[in-house]
């Protein structure tokens, strides 16, 4: 006879919403502003409100070389034009979101931030979603790259990326002055994470500006030591934790380096990274991931199914 | 064989091909600054080559060299080789310094219930009509001025060989000494005349670093000299394990004797002070840590730093000073202090008989920083203990500018709020030559209040101020101009030394924690926060508490016992009833090993925050860090 189990939770507390993108009569140029987190309990665990449904964003970049081949050789020429690529993803590939890299300010000796504020200009001429920035990776140019997408994005909500514990007052400083909302990532740690979002508030970022990114790793790859992060995070939330009580995001972009990827049979390569990403992306909606990104393009309609059947009507509540 | 001679003092002294300088050093008797126990990880070691050539990487260890002692031929003493004779200059900085060493234990209160006694006897001599023998002559005549039975006392054979001459030289009047011991008493000694007003017994605390030795009268309990030296054992390794590590390479018996040489000094120095004479002390206490004692009584160490870490012996120790090369009255006894663990050790026991935290149902939090930290939370009732490695920070070491607390060290230091000019005191007011963990303990806290750095210790360097700059690796803050200090460079904190510093106090607090949640303990709760050990005398307690190295508490709560150590080696010599307590505290108190507690790491990293990530756990730190936020903005 089946047990019926009632969960009786004593959570009082709630996760916050953040909103990305802005639409024209908001002073952008978005086809929408979309709201993530909120909710006050576990996704898929029933009885309690678990929040929006998770949404997909999809990964690209201004410079190709930095990327998978898997990706760029399945994409083709457009790569090299990250407006054709932007454009190309909304079209084909229709994720909820977009997730912009600008590898091109991880060469060594980067300077030129005139280009960058061009290439950041023409993403949002030609694309709509809602949109993701993540800048340069370096201390030394961080202040200038960050200011440089936080003027050219102004208005448009953007979410910058990525702050750390060691390097987030250029991204937060650029999130301050131009609207935007920042991407806070901490290596795999429910305090780590606590810790950064401290600082951020400290330094005047808003709770309902901040989206923790808990880091993951890809699936057999120290994916486990990522859900435990995000369930510890989300707990502490629920129980009233407002310094972390923010959605995540969650990034599976390591599936297309691993072992079995790399030594896949080349027929079957790609095959094997959208699985893995898959796998990983669907692991972190169940960790309580507000969005997942991949950069497989086949990932997308895959994933999409998974998550609707899980969600279900109720959204995963019941 | 190559020779080295060390300038300034041009002592020479040859060695083995293949020996270091540090080794050389160490013959000649020259005791260096090892920190790390001589693996070129701490780089305080620095000689320079004055003439001759040796083997040294100036590669790997230039990071410990400015460019201008570079050109001056600076090398690491323990990583160079000399290939043929050589003359090195020894900096005052690369040498083991006069210290400030803590040795006022706070006036005792205790009964007088000494373990030795004085007998001055004049006895009949023999006569046909009574014939008893000279021993049991002497044992009656102790048993009628009150002493123990004559059948309970043991006599040595040493001291029944000299007992007829004694008895027949003196004309029969003698003084008789005799000592507490398991089972019994034992005579120990038997001088002519009436010796009875010299009698005095040493406390000593043997510290992984200090020695401090006390003299006190046996017949009134008084005060009749204190001195304190260094542990010799320093010269073969800074910390606890490079000593372990030393005896293990055979060096046991050479450790031994460092530490018998050791309190010798002291004890020579402190009886000088007194004008008494070293064979007039006929009882020795000892409070060490655990591998000390072991060392002192040449006990094997080294299977307490391999798993599962278990010592030789936990129980206390009795035996004769001059086995252990103490050279006080020959059969003069020795009493060890018992021990809980492996690091939990006799010193630690002594911190809490003298803290008296057993004597009441107060919670009480004993916490005692020294080479590695110890955590004792408990009453009356239950004790829980704790210890753990804090790295060297606190004591100087990892920091570039740390410091011991040697003359120069700056100990207290402020910040102008305004503008950014720390105000700041040296040991002995003179110009600094670094800093010690006093001094950094301030400096963190005010660098925190004066917004320069975020809660994990990053120098915020989009603040302009001339104090403010990036050095050569890391960004860092200047505490002291070139030109006011004594070493011709800027005196500067790095975000690598704060880095090192919160790691420090993040063990410390979280140890706390981890024993707090074990007993259920929540920081309302403490009665008492008992510092002990050097470093708990000369810190502030309010930048302890804003920092995070301890649990958040009002600041009266906080007290200093000073030197427990030495405080409960003379309670125990005082009053051998409370050598009883000791055992019981020994026995009774619970060891939490960290390693195999699961929280402990999410603790340490909750701790690695100023002053910890639960921001709730320091409400008044709250208030102050907001209001400092708010007047910067």
Same mark, same amino acid.
């Given at each position: 006879?089946?047990?019926?189990?009632?969960?009786?939770?004593?959570?009082?507390?709630?996760?916050?919403?953040?909103?990305?993108?802005?639409?024209?009569?908001?002073?952008?140029?978005?086809?929408?502003?979309?709201?993530?987190?909120?909710?006050?309990?576990?996704?898929?665990?029933?009885?309690?409100?678990?929040?929006?449904?998770?949404?997909?964003?999809?990964?690209?970049? &201004?410079?190709?070389?930095?990327?998978?081949?898997?990706?760029? $050789?399945?994409?083709?020429?457009?790569?090299?034009?990250?407006?054709?690529?932007?454009?190309?993803?909304?079209?084909?590939?229709?994720?909820?979101?977009?997730?912009?890299?600008?590898?091109?300010?991880?060469?060594?000796?980067?300077?030129?931030?005139?280009?960058?504020?061009?290439?950041?200009?023409?993403?949002?001429?030609? +694309?709509?979603?809602?949109?993701?920035?993540?800048?340069?990776?370096?201390?030394?140019?961080?202040?200038?790259?960050?200011?440089?997408?936080?003027?050219?994005?102004?208005?448009?909500?953007?979410?910058?990326?990525?702050?750390?514990?060691?390097?987030?007052? +250029?991204?937060?400083?650029?999130?301050?002055?131009?609207?935007?909302?920042?991407?806070?990532?901490?290596?795999?740690?429910?305090?780590?994470?606590?810790?950064?979002?401290?600082?951020?508030?400290?330094?005047?970022?808003?709770?309902?500006?901040?989206?923790?990114?808990?880091?993951?790793?890809?699936?057999?790859?120290?994916? $486990?030591?990522?859900?435990?992060?995000?369930?510890?995070?989300?707990?502490?939330?629920?129980?009233?934790?407002?310094?972390?009580?923010?959605?995540?995001?969650?990034?599976?972009?390591?599936?297309?380096?691993?072992?079995?990827?790399?030594?896949? &049979?080349?027929?079957?390569?790609?095959?094997?990274?959208?699985?893995?990403?898959?796998?990983?992306?669907?692991?972190?909606?169940?960790?309580?991931?507000?969005?997942?990104?991949?950069?497989?393009?086949?990932?997308?309609?895959?994933?999409?199914?998974?998550?609707?059947?899980?969600?279900?009507?109720?959204?995963?509540?019941? | 064989?190559?020779?080295?001679?060390?300038?300034?003092?041009?002592?020479?002294?040859? *060695?083995?091909?293949?020996?270091?300088?540090?080794?050389?050093?160490?013959?000649?008797?020259?005791?260096?600054?090892?920190?790390?126990?001589?693996?070129?990880?701490?780089?305080?070691?620095?000689?320079?080559?004055? !003439?001759?050539?040796?083997?040294?990487?100036?590669?790997?260890?230039?990071?410990?060299?400015?460019?201008?002692?570079?050109?001056?031929?600076?090398?690491?003493?323990?990583?160079?080789?000399?290939?043929?004779?050589?003359?090195?200059?020894?900096?005052?900085? !690369?040498?083991?310094?006069?210290?400030?060493?803590?040795?006022?234990?706070?006036?005792?209160?205790?009964? %007088?219930?000494?373990?030795?006694?004085?007998?001055?006897?004049?006895?009949?001599?023999?006569?046909?009509?009574?014939?008893?023998?000279?021993?049991?002559?002497?044992?009656?005549?102790?048993?009628?001025?009150?002493?123990?039975?004559?059948?309970?006392?043991?006599?040595? @054979?040493?001291?029944?060989?000299?007992?007829? #001459?004694?008895?027949?030289?003196?004309?029969?009047?003698?003084?008789?000494? *005799?000592?507490? *011991?398991?089972?019994?008493?034992?005579?120990?000694?038997?001088?002519?005349?009436?010796?009875?007003?010299? @009698?005095?017994?040493?406390?000593?605390?043997?510290?992984?670093?200090?020695?401090?030795?006390?003299?006190?009268?046996?017949?009134?309990?008084?005060?009749?000299?204190?001195?304190?030296?260094?542990?010799?054992?320093?010269?073969?390794?800074?910390?606890?394990?490079?000593?372990?590590?030393?005896?293990?390479?055979?060096?046991?018996?050479?450790?031994?004797?460092?530490? #018998?040489?050791?309190?010798?000094?002291?004890?020579?120095?402190?009886?000088?002070?007194?004008?008494?004479?070293?064979?007039?002390?006929?009882?020795?206490?000892?409070?060490?840590?655990?591998?000390?004692?072991?060392?002192?009584?040449?006990?094997?160490?080294?299977?307490?730093?391999?798993?599962?870490?278990?010592?030789?012996?936990?129980?206390?120790?009795?035996?004769? /000073?001059?086995?252990?090369?103490?050279?006080?009255?020959?059969?003069?006894?020795?009493?060890? %202090?018992?021990?809980?663990?492996?690091?939990?050790?006799?010193?630690?026991?002594?911190?809490?008989?003298?803290?008296?935290?057993?004597?009441?149902?107060?919670? !009480?939090?004993?916490?005692?920083?020294?080479?590695? =930290?110890?955590?004792?939370?408990?009453?009356?009732?239950?004790?829980?203990?704790?210890?753990?490695?804090?790295?060297? /920070?606190?004591?100087?070491?990892?920091?570039?500018?740390?410091?011991?607390?040697?003359?120069?060290?700056?100990?207290?230091?402020?910040?102008?709020?305004?503008?950014?000019?720390?105000?700041?005191?040296?040991?002995?007011?003179?110009?600094?030559?670094?800093?010690?963990? !006093?001094?950094?303990?301030?400096?963190?806290?005010?660098?925190?209040?004066?917004?320069?750095?975020?809660?994990?210790?990053?120098?915020?360097?989009?603040?302009?101020?001339?104090?403010?700059?990036?050095?050569?690796?890391?960004?860092? =803050?200047?505490?002291?101009?070139?030109?006011?200090?004594?070493?011709?460079?800027?005196?500067?904190?790095?975000?690598?030394?704060?880095?090192? @510093?919160?790691?420090?106090?993040?063990?410390?607090?979280?140890?706390?924690?981890?024993?707090?949640?074990?007993?259920?303990?929540?920081?309302?709760?403490?009665?008492?926060?008992?510092?002990?050990?050097?470093?708990?005398?000369?810190?502030?307690?309010?930048?302890?508490?804003?920092?995070?190295?301890?649990?958040?508490?009002?600041?009266?709560?906080?007290?200093?016992?000073?030197?427990?150590?030495?405080?409960? #080696?003379?309670?125990?010599?005082?009053?051998?009833?409370?050598?009883?307590?000791?055992?019981?505290? #020994?026995?009774?108190?619970?060891?939490?090993?960290?390693?195999?507690?699961?929280? =402990?790491?999410?603790?340490?990293?909750?701790?690695? %925050?100023?002053?910890?990530?639960?921001?709730?756990?320091?409400?008044? *730190?709250?208030? @102050?860090?907001?209001?400092?936020?708010?007047?910067?903005?």
């Amino acid at each position: 006879m089946p047990m019926k189990v009632d969960i009786i939770s004593e959570w009082t507390g709630e996760i916050g919403e953040v909103t990305i993108g802005a639409t024209k009569k908001e002073g952008g140029s978005r086809c929408a502003a979309i709201v993530i987190g909120g909710g006050s309990g576990f996704p898929f665990l029933g009885g309690s409100a678990p929040g929006r449904k998770p949404l997909i964003a999809f990964e690209f970049c &201004d410079d190709p070389k930095l990327w998978s081949p898997i990706v760029t $050789e399945l994409e083709g020429d457009v790569v090299n034009d990250a407006g054709d690529w932007a454009a190309r993803v909304e079209e084909l590939h229709r994720p909820d979101l977009l997730r912009f890299y600008l590898t091109s300010t991880r060469r060594r000796g980067f300077q030129d931030f005139s280009q960058l504020r061009r290439t950041v200009e023409e993403v949002l001429e030609r +694309s709509t979603l809602p949109l993701i920035v993540e800048g340069s990776i370096d201390p030394a140019i961080d202040s200038e790259t960050f200011l440089c997408c936080g003027e050219a994005g102004e208005g448009e909500r953007l979410l910058l990326g990525t702050a750390e514990e060691g390097r987030y007052r +250029s991204v937060a400083a650029a999130a301050m002055a131009y609207g935007h909302s920042v991407i806070a990532q901490s290596p795999i740690d429910v305090n780590l994470a606590k810790q950064l979002n401290i600082l951020l508030r400290e330094t005047g970022v808003p709770h309902d500006r901040i989206v923790i990114d808990p880091y993951t790793g890809a699936l057999g790859y120290g994916f $486990e030591y990522s859900y435990s992060a995000m369930e510890r995070i989300r707990f502490a939330a629920l129980k009233g934790d407002e310094d972390l009580a923010m959605p995540m995001i969650s990034s599976a972009i390591d599936s297309l380096n691993i072992k079995e990827v790399r030594e896949a &049979d080349p027929g079957q390569r790609g095959e094997m990274a959208v699985k893995w990403e898959l796998y990983t992306a669907v692991s972190s909606v169940i960790a309580g991931a507000s969005v997942v990104c991949v950069r497989h393009p086949e990932t997308i309609v895959p994933l999409r199914s998974a998550i609707d059947s899980l969600w279900g009507k109720t959204g995963g509540g019941d | 064989m190559p020779a080295v001679t060390f300038l300034p003092g041009f002592r020479k002294i040859s *060695v083995e091909p293949g020996s270091t300088i540090l080794d050389a050093a160490q013959k000649a008797q020259i005791h260096m600054n090892v920190v790390c126990g001589g693996e070129g990880k701490c780089g305080k070691c620095i000689v320079f080559l004055k !003439s001759g050539r040796v083997d040294f990487d100036r590669k790997k260890f230039g990071r410990f060299f400015s460019p201008g002692e570079i050109d001056e031929g600076a090398c690491l003493a323990c990583q160079t080789v000399p290939l043929d004779d050589v003359q090195v200059f020894v900096p005052e900085n !690369s040498l083991i310094q006069e210290q400030k060493i803590l040795i006022d234990a706070r006036g005792i209160e205790t009964e %007088f219930n000494p373990a030795v006694w004085k007998y001055a006897l004049e006895l009949a001599p023999p006569s046909l009509e009574d014939p008893s023998p000279d021993l049991t002559r002497l044992l009656w005549g102790i048993e009628k001025s009150g002493g123990p039975r004559e059948n309970k006392i043991y006599v040595p @054979l040493e001291v029944i060989r000299r007992i007829p #001459a004694v008895l027949r030289e003196s004309g029969w009047k003698i003084t008789g000494t *005799v000592t507490l *011991v398991p089972g019994g008493y034992r005579l120990i000694d038997v001088e002519k005349g009436d010796t009875s007003g010299n @009698l005095y017994g040493a406390a000593v605390d043997l510290g992984t670093t200090t020695i401090v030795v006390y003299i006190r009268s046996l017949i009134d309990g008084e005060v009749v000299g204190v001195a304190s030296n260094y542990n010799k054992q320093i010269s073969c390794g800074e910390d606890i394990l490079s000593r372990v590590n030393y005896a293990r390479k055979g060096g046991l018996s050479h450790l031994q004797s460092l530490a #018998a040489e050791s309190i010798n000094d002291a004890l020579t120095s402190a009886a000088n002070n007194a004008g008494i004479d070293l064979d007039d002390i006929y009882e020795v206490v000892v409070a060490g840590n655990t591998i000390m004692t072991h060392i002192l009584m040449g006990i094997n160490p080294a299977y307490m730093i391999e798993e599962p870490y278990v010592p030789v012996v936990k129980r206390y120790l009795t035996s004769s /000073a001059s086995r252990a090369g103490i050279a006080v009255k020959e059969d003069a006894g020795l009493f060890i %202090f018992p021990a809980v663990s492996d690091y939990i050790g006799g010193d630690i026991i002594a911190d809490v008989l003298a803290s008296g935290m057993t004597e009441s149902e107060e919670v !009480s939090l004993l916490i005692d920083i020294g080479t590695n =930290f110890e955590v004792v939370l408990g009453n009356s009732d239950w004790m829980f203990s704790c210890s753990g490695a804090a790295g060297p /920070a606190l004591e100087g070491g990892e920091v570039l500018f740390g410091m011991r607390a040697n003359p120069g060290a700056i100990e207290e230091v402020s910040l102008d709020m305004e503008t950014l000019v720390p105000e700041y005191r040296t040991i002995n007011q003179i110009k600094p030559k670094g800093i010690c963990g !006093s001094g950094l303990i301030d400096l963190l806290a005010e660098l925190l209040r004066a917004c320069i750095i975020d809660r994990t210790g990053r120098i915020n360097t989009s603040i302009s101020h001339e104090r403010v700059r990036t050095g050569r690796y890391y960004p860092e =803050f200047v505490v002291a101009w070139k030109h006011d200090t004594g070493i011709e460079k800027d005196i500067v904190v790095t975000e690598n030394d704060i880095k090192n @510093l919160i790691m420090s106090k993040a063990s410390i607090l979280a140890a706390c924690i981890t024993l707090m949640n074990q007993a259920g303990i929540r920081r309302e709760d403490i009665s008492n926060i008992y510092f002990s050990g050097a470093f708990g005398n000369y810190i502030n307690k309010e930048n302890a508490i804003i920092i995070g190295l301890i649990p958040e508490v009002p600041p009266e709560k906080i007290k200093n016992i000073g030197n427990g150590a030495i405080e409960g #080696a003379n309670i125990a010599l005082l009053n051998r009833k409370k050598r009883k307590v000791l055992d019981e505290i #020994a026995r009774t108190m619970a060891y939490i090993e960290l390693n195999a507690e699961p929280s =402990f790491m999410d603790e340490y990293t909750r701790s690695t %925050f100023l002053p910890h990530t639960d921001l709730a756990q320091f409400p008044m *730190v709250e208030e @102050l860090l907001e209001s400092c936020r708010i007047r910067r903005d």
